[in-house]
């Protein structure tokens, strides 16, 4: 059975940056897309962006130019790395791995002065 363990969410202040980390385990990882979401309080959880087993991303419009998303098949590990960050950005972050249909257990990540 596939597990997603996600890494990296914190607080941070306007305009920092943060790396979340998404270890995949229990499946293949390199023959399965992976994809960031987000569920911020009293919100529907939208997408943020993927990565195809290729290694060709796409962000959603809302973090485009500011988060990028990244995979290391060595490590099994999927990342987003965050920059430019806005009190919207608020919001617990999970990893989900298309192949699988699994979810990771979400990081919080707080932005705010």
């Known amino acids: 059975q596939v597990q997603l363990v996600e890494s990296g969410g914190g607080s941070v202040q306007p305009g920092g940056s943060l790396t979340l980390s998404c270890v995949h385990s229990?499946?293949?990882?390199?023959?399965?897309?992976m994809a960031w979401y987000r569920q911020a309080p009293g919100k529907q959880r939208e997408w943020v962006g993927g990565i195809t087993v290729g290694g060709t991303t796409k962000t959603a419009d809302s973090v485009q130019g500011r988060f990028s998303i990244s995979r290391d098949n060595a490590k099994n590990t999927v990342y987003l790395q965050m920059n430019m960050l806005k009190p919207e950005d608020t919001a617990v972050y999970f990893c989900?791995?298309?192949?699988?249909?699994?979810w990771g257990q979400g990081t919080q990540i707080t932005v705010s002065l």
């Open positions: 989900y791995a298309d192949r699988d249909r699994s």
């Open positions: 229990g499946g293949n990882f390199e023959i399965t897309g």
